[in-house]
């Protein structure tokens, strides 16, 4: 069983002291260690009684307006591992898969809702829709105004003949918490649910299912990993004797933590026989937590040289590779791209590198969550600087004490074209309803046609063209 914190206790005694250099000790449940030497980390004090804190502000080094720096690294990863270790598979010739990720709209949406017809489906091989629950061994909507959407989503299909739209059904959504877990704990409750769900996606002419259960083991017994197996094994069993072979899509979005993946999925090649694909979520390696509070990308694609040990999984490269050298075809693997960011508020303003202290989360966006058209709004501040790393393949930008990781066209260019050198099996953008409003940004206009899916588009031209 996962306890709810399994991935690092932070000393914190750095809050109380104010070191020159500090020094964490990351401990993991396993009892290694990790230290992670923070060079300067002079402390900003967050009371507002300091002008010093101020005064440190504006003895920054004064960037004009937009700076953009370029990082490049000299590190010892090798980008050409996977290249190498999947040849076989890389030579294949298969159309690669861009699911989009689509959350249905709801009236509070920031800055705005993303209606189905604005979204431009040709450049999506899937649609993948959020999200629907288990009620009473039932595939429930997780609104009900969802069904009226579930008609305009799938007539989407007049604009792209060839698009698969599949639902995606989630185990946290559900009222308890408990409604997945309980249909998923007996073959019968299994069956039940199974019928069910089959009839519901066939009746709104949904062309498959995305099973999102976060995580089996998850604060339940280490059987339940057994239970997903079964569960999708019976899934492709009825998928193939009740719905005239095998049209069906099934497949399962899977994290890409070591210490989730090695209690979760234990037997990745029975995975691999039931979902047509795992759609990996290679995103959220780091964002503010108090335990952790330090920066760090979103979604980076390499490793940095300073990121030993448990530090050195958390990166693109290294989720895909693990499943793959698990028994996951790479053909099957749907690697993760972010469209959105996460802010951080800086604990001190002069120093806004990977793994530099924060303070708190940023501003901008939703409790840490920014979507492009937030950061695209944030760049055009004067004085903000933007920094491309080209190992991270990730942005961030700076202004003030506010810090965001991020992504654009360059960074997810950079991470398709390794995702199809590599031989996986293509992208999963999440989501589409963040990747809007590029013009919208630069000529403000809440009306008018103004969607653009600037990172989508990117990605398209890296896989397709
Ligand atoms: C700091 O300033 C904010 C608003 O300016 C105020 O609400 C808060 O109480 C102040 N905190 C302290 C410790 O003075
Ligand atoms: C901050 O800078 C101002 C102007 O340079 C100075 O008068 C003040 O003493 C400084 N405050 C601190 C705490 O250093
Ligand atoms: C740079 O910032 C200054 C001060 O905010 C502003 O007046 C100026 O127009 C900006 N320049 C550009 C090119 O954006
Ligand atoms: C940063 O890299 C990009 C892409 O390689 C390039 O277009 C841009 O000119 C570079 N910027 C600087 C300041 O070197
Ligand atoms: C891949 O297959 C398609 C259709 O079979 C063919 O037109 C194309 O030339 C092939 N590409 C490569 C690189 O083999
Ligand atoms: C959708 O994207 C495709 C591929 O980039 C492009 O050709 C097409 O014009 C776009 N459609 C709309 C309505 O923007
Ligand atoms: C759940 O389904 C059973 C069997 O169909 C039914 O008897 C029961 O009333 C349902 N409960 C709820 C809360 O809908
Ligand atoms: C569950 O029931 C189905 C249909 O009766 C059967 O095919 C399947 O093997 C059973 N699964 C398990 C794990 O017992
Ligand atoms: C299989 O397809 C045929 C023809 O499309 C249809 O009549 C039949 O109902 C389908 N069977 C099932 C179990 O969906
Ligand atoms: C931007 O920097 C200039 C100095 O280069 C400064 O005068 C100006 O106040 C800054 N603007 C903002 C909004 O911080
Ligand atoms: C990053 O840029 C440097 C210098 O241009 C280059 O040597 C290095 O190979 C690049 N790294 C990656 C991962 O692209
Ligand atoms: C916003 O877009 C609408 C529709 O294209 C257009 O009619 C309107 O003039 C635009 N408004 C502004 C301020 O550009």
Same mark, same amino acid.
């Given at each position: ?10 000393? +914190? ?8 250099? *500090?020094? =964490?000790?990351? !401990? /993991?449940? &396993? ?112 609104? +009900? ?8 989503? *799938?007539? =989407?299909?007049? !604009? /792209?003949? &060839? ?303």
């Amino acid at each position: 069983m996962l306890p709810r914190h399994f991935f690092i206790v932070i000393s +914190l005694s750095f809050l109380v002291q104010s070191l020159p250099k *500090v020094h =964490l000790t990351l !401990v /993991n449940r &396993k009892h290694s260690f990790y230290v992670v030497n923070l060079q300067d980390a002079s402390i900003e004090s967050s009371d507002n009684s300091s002008s010093e804190a101020e005064n440190l502000t504006t003895s920054k080094p004064v960037t004009d307006n937009l700076s953009v720096v370029n990082i490049t690294e000299h590190n010892d990863h090798d980008p050409t591992v996977s290249a190498t270790s999947l040849s076989l598979e890389a030579g294949k010739n298969f159309t690669r898969s861009l699911m989009c990720y689509y959350n249905i709209p709801r009236l509070n949406d920031r800055p705005y809702a993303v209606f189905p017809e604005a979204l431009n489906v040709s450049l999506c091989t899937h649609l993948v829709v959020c999200c629907a629950k288990v009620v009473n061994l039932t595939l429930q909507p997780n609104d +009900l105004n969802d069904i009226q959407f579930y008609s305009r989503i *799938v007539r =989407l299909k007049q !604009v /792209n003949p &060839k698009l698969k739209i599949l639902l995606s059904l989630e185990s946290i959504n559900d009222d308890t918490g408990q409604s997945f877990v309980q249909m998923i704990s007996t073959n019968s409750t299994r069956q039940r649910f199974l019928q069910s769900a089959i009839n519901t996606l066939n009746q709104h002419g949904f062309d498959g299912i995305e099973v999102s259960w976060r995580f089996p083991c998850f604060e339940g017994p280490i059987e339940q990993r057994q239970l997903f197996v079964d569960f999708l094994h019976e899934f492709r069993d009825y998928i193939n004797s009740n719905h005239n072979g095998s049209s069906m899509l099934l497949t399962a979005a899977v994290s890409a933590r070591k210490e989730i993946i090695d209690i979760a999925y234990h037997d990745i090649p029975a995975l691999a026989r039931y979902l047509d694909y795992i759609s990996l979520m290679s995103y959220d390696y780091h964002k503010f937590a108090w335990d952790t509070p330090l920066l760090g990308p979103n979604s980076p694609l390499f490793h940095m040289k300073n990121e030993i040990a448990m530090l050195r999984t958390l990166n693109v490269q290294w989720s895909a590779n693990y499943w793959y050298q698990n028994g996951m075809p790479a053909s099957k693997i749907i690697v993760g791209i972010p469209s959105y960011g996460r802010s951080y508020t800086l604990m001190n303003r002069k120093n806004h590198d990977y793994y530099d202290l924060a303070k708190g989360l940023g501003v901008t966006g939703d409790k840490g969550y920014v979507t492009f058209p937030e950061i695209c709004e944030f760049l055009m501040r004067p004085n903000v600087t933007k920094v491309y790393n080209n190992v991270t393949a990730e942005l961030y930008a700076y202004e003030g004490a506010e810090w965001i990781s991020f992504e654009n066209e360059q960074s997810s260019k950079a991470k398709a074209s390794w995702i199809l050198r590599s031989g996986f099996g293509g992208v999963a953008l999440k989501d589409l309803n963040s990747d809007d409003a590029y013009r919208q940004c630069t000529k403000p206009n809440r009306t008018g046609p103004h969607i653009s899916f600037p990172i989508a588009r990117a990605i398209y031209e890296s896989l397709y063209s």
